[in-house]
């Protein structure tokens, strides 16, 4: 027999109430968005806003390569031309065991399974997960602005100092200390392309500062009318991303949107905003999204490489475009965007 409960949750500063069963873990998008799906034009405006496009794979580098004299080298220069041309390669060989990554994954199926209402409300098994988890886009005004998604976006601060010794804990742990490893080597790479060391990094970005979010993408009935995750672009300096092999990633090369074909052996690597305005445009922060698949659900968690809220950015040579500005600032306006426009604006708010 079901049961059911009532979830209260606004809307666009209206307050709903909705009947969930208490059973479900799939977020209650068709109850929450019901304005939004049942105006047919708003469905039919939106028809082509996800177009087909060509699958390529992204820049493989092998990370193995480093510390072997001249290999060294190239390896090095490999990931600078990516993070200038694409804005996004993938590394293989990169210092995190395919068993973490595979215990990550078991145990984000298994919170994403548990019911809707006990992640919406909290559950006490959570634990350091309180008060992180995130559904669709509340503020959302069309379909267009809808993302099919759920996360849990965790403070790596909150993992480190939690006293929970769940398995879902220690293997957040885990992967989170493997691939802080990893970002700090792919920063200094990148600073030492550019003729500077990285300090920088090593003392502004630190598990203090950097986050980890855990993404489900469920089976989307009307797909391809939604995105399951909106264009953007990252907000922090890096972005290592493991993905199943579901795929949905998609960037913009060339003027043209291609989707990402998934690498099992690899992790995705993309440059964010932070990283373009330090090196004054060197490298790209690239637009990127997530379409939603009609039958399978897409799993991911992606570790974000931020420095602390009084951090200034500002670029590492002389005539910066941009004008120098915290980490705080930048959040602040890329929130008040979304909120008053729908979208974000990002680098462009900050250009002298």
């Known amino acids: 027999m079901l049961r059911f409960a009532t979830y209260r949750e606004t809307n666009g500063g209206k307050l709903l109430s909705l009947l969930i069963s208490m059973e479900s873990s799939d977020p209650p998008f068709h109850e929450f968005y019901k304005e939004l799906f049942d105006n047919e034009k708003e469905i039919k405006d939106n028809f082509k806003v996800v177009d087909k496009a060509e699958e390529r794979e992204l820049p493989l580098i092998d990370l193995g390569q480093l510390s072997r004299g001249l290999e060294d080298e190239k390896c090095k220069k490999e990931i600078a031309k990516a993070s200038q041309e694409w804005g996004f390669f993938q590394v293989v060989n990169h210092g995190v065991s395919s068993e973490v990554l595979e215990k990550m994954r078991c145990e984000q199926v298994k919170l994403f399974k548990r019911p809707f209402l006990e992640k919406a409300n909290g559950h006490p098994n959570f634990n350091f997960l309180s008060g992180s988890y995130q559904w669709g886009t509340p503020s959302a005004t069309c379909l267009r602005q809808l993302a099919w998604s759920e996360a849990f ?13 769940s398995t879902l804990s220690t293997t957040t742990k885990e992967l989170a200390t493997k691939i802080c490893d990893l970002a700090q080597i792919l920063a200094a790479i990148l600073a030492e392309e550019l003729g500077h ?15 980890l979010r855990m993404n489900r993408y469920p089976a989307c009935p009307i797909s391809p009318e939604v995105f399951g995750l909106m264009p953007h672009t990252d907000s922090d300096f890096l972005t290592i991303l493991h993905q199943d092999q579901v795929g949905g990633l998609q960037l913009v090369k060339d003027g043209r949107w291609i989707t990402v074909k998934p ?3 690899a992790l995705i690597i993309n440059i964010g905003d932070l990283f ?32 602390s809220y009084e951090t200034i950015i500002q670029s590492c040579v002389e005539n ?18 979304v909120k008053i426009l729908g979208r974000k604006i990002g680098l462009p708010r900050f250009i002298i």
Request: hydrophobic share 30%; aromatic share 18%; proline share 4%.
């Open 276 to 307: 373009q305005a330090w090196s004054n445009n060197v490298y790209k922060s690239v637009e990127h999204r997530v379409v939603a698949n009609k039958h399978v659900e897409r799993y991911s968690i992606a570790y974000f490489f931020c420095p």
């Open 320 to 337: 910066s475009l941009y004008r120098k500005f915290s980490f705080r600032e930048f959040r602040q306006q890329v929130q008040d965007d």
């Open 197 to 211: 060391d990285s300090d920088f990094f090593r003392e502004d970005c630190s598990a203090t500062t950097c986050y």
């Open 153 to 165: 976006h965790v403070p790596l601060a909150d993992i480190s100092t939690t006293g929970d010794f």
């Open 263 to 265: 690498n099992p052996d």
